[in-house]
C-alpha cells in the first residue's frame, strides 16, 4: 500500500463529525449528537471486543496501513484526530478515524467498553502490546445500545480465521432486527474501512455484518491490465448485483446513428463479446449469472418505446435503476480508471459522463449520468463516444 496524499483533521473535527454519524436504517437519527464524546488512549485489555473473529487478511492489511502512515510521520494508533488518504491503487478519498469504543451497561448490572469499530486494528495494537487511541462514546444506552454483546470471555474467545465457514456465528446479536442498530460511519465520513476490509471477497457469503451490503466493494476481473473495482447495489438471494465503480472505458451506445434500443445496441454487443471475454477468466464468467433485463418505454410524452427485454451476462443500469440505487446525485457521481482517462473519455476534473441503457428523447437518444452525477432523461445521441462505461453484473457467491 502507498499513499499519496494524506490531508491531517484535528480532535475538534473528528468529534464534530462523529456527531453528524446517522443510524443506517434511520439516517435522520443521529446516535452520537448528543452523547458524549472523548478521544482517549486505552489498553486493550480494557477494550471488550464483540465479534468473535478477526481475518488474517484483515490484521495483515491494517499493518499495511500502519506502515504506509509511519512513512508520513503519523502514528496508526495515536492519530490525534483521523487523516484522509489517497493511495496510489484507488483515487477515492478515504478516511482513517481512531476506533470507536462505546459505554454499553448490561444486565448483570457491569457496564463494558465495547468496540464498535475497528475490530483489527485493535488487535493489531494488542499483537504488538500497544495502547491505541479510540472515540470512546456515551450514547443513549436504551435508544442506540450496540447490536451485540460483549464476548464472555474477552480476547480470549476471538480467533484469526482466513475465512468464514457457512453459518459461523460473528456475534451475539441483542435483538431480532439487529441492522436496525447498525451505524452508519460514512454519514460523517468518507469511505470508512476502506484499507482495512473495504474490499470483499466475490466468494465470501453473505453474513449480517457490512461486507457485502448495498455500498460494499470487492475486486472481480481486470481489465486493460487494471483489477476491476465494483460496487454492491443488491444482495440476496445467492447472488450479488455488481456495478464498476469507476468507468472502464468509453463508447458509443450504438456505432451508427439511427434508431435504436438496447437490444440491438452495439454496447450491448461489445460488452456481452469483447468485453466478457478479455475482463474475467473462466471461472469468474461462470460465476456471472445470466440476467433478465426489462428495457421500460421513456417517461416522455409520447414514450419512446424501450426495445424487447433481454437476456445479458454483461448490462448497464436503466434510468430508474440509477436513481433507486444511488442515494444521490454525489454517489451517481463517476471517476474514470487510468485507462479510461488515456482514451477520449468525457470528463470535467475528476468526473466522467457515462451511460444508461434506457432511451432518451427519441429512439436515436440514450440516457446518460453527467459529470456531476445528474441523470438527463433526454440523453444524448447514440454515436457519441465519448461517454464512460460502467458495465453492471450479476455473481453467484
Not at 504488538?128 to 464476548?151: G, N, S
Not at 447495489?233 to 468507468?247: H, T
Not at 472502464?248 to 438496447?262: F, G, H, I, M, Q
Amino acid at each position: 500500500m502507498k499513499i499519496v496524499k494524506i490531508v491531517r483533521h484535528t480532535p475538534e473535527e473528528l468529534l464534530e463529525n462523529m456527531r453528524k454519524v446517522s443510524m443506517m436504517k434511520r439516517p435522520d437519527d443521529k446516535c452520537y449528537r448528543d452523547a458524549e464524546l472523548r478521544l482517549v488512549s486505552m489498553h486493550t485489555d480494557d477494550i471488550a471486543p464483540a465479534q468473535r473473529y478477526v481475518l488474517s487478511e484483515g490484521v495483515l492489511r491494517a499493518r499495511e496501513l500502519e506502515w504506509a502512515l509511519a512513512e508520513h510521520g503519523i502514528d496508526l494508533f495515536n492519530l490525534c484526530g483521523y487523516v484522509s488518504i489517497w493511495r496510489d491503487d484507488c483515487e477515492d478519498q478515504i478516511d482513517v478515524l481512531p476506533p470507536v469504543v462505546e459505554m454499553s451497561p448490561e444486565a448483570d448490572g457491569s457496564c463494558v467498553n465495547i468496540l464498535n469499530d475497528g475490530m483489527h486494528r485493535v488487535y493489531l495494537a494488542r499483537m504488538e502490546r500497544k495502547t491505541v487511541q479510540v472515540v470512546y462514546a456515551k450514547p443513549d444506552p436504551v435508544k442506540y445500545p450496540y447490536y451485540a454483546y460483549p464476548l464472555v470471555n474477552g480476547w480470549k474467545d476471538v480467533e484469526i480465521k482466513e475465512d468464514l465457514p457457512e453459518g459461523y456465528i460473528k456475534k451475539w446479536h441483542r435483538i431480532e432486527n439487529y441492522k436496525s442498530l447498525y451505524r452508519d460511519f460514512n454519514t460523517g465520513f468518507v469511505n470508512v474501512g476502506g484499507p482495512r476490509g473495504h474490499f470483499s471477497k466475490p466468494d465470501k457469503a453473505l453474513s449480517g455484518d457490512n461486507s457485502l451490503i448495498p455500498g460494499a466493494r470487492m475486486r472481480f476481473g481486470r481489465y486493460k491490465g487494471e483489477e476491476i473495482v465494483w460496487r454492491v447495489l443488491e444482495a440476496g438471494a445467492g447472488e450479488l448485483l455488481l456495478i464498476s465503480e469507476q468507468a472502464l472505458d468509453c463508447a458509443p451506445y450504438n456505432k451508427t446513428y439511427e434508431d435504436v434500443s438496447w437490444e440491438k445496441s452495439s454496447l450491448r454487443a461489445w460488452l456481452n463479446g469483447e468485453f466478457l471475454q478479455e475482463a474475467f477468466s473462466g471461472d469468474e464468467k461462470a460465476r456471472i449469472a445470466d440476467a433478465k433485463v426489462k428495457n421500460d418505454n421513456s417517461a416522455g410524452d409520447p414514450p419512446v418505446w424501450g426495445g424487447f427485454d433481454t437476456l445479458d451476462k454483461v448490462f448497464l443500469l436503466s434510468r430508474e435503476e440509477a436513481e433507486k440505487y444511488f442515494a444521490n446525485y454525489k454517489e451517481r457521481a463517476c471517476r474514470p480508471t487510468a485507462y479510461a482517462k488515456t482514451r477520449h473519455i468525457y470528463r470535467e476534473g475528476e468526473f466522467c459522463r457515462w451511460w444508461l441503457r434506457s432511451p432518451g428523447a427519441s429512439s436515436k437518444n440514450a440516457v446518460y449520468v453527467n459529470e456531476e452525477g445528474d441523470v438527463f432523461a433526454n440523453g444524448f445521441t447514440v454515436h457519441f463516444d465519448s461517454n464512460g462505461v460502467r458495465p453492471v453484473i450479476r455473481i453467484r457467491i
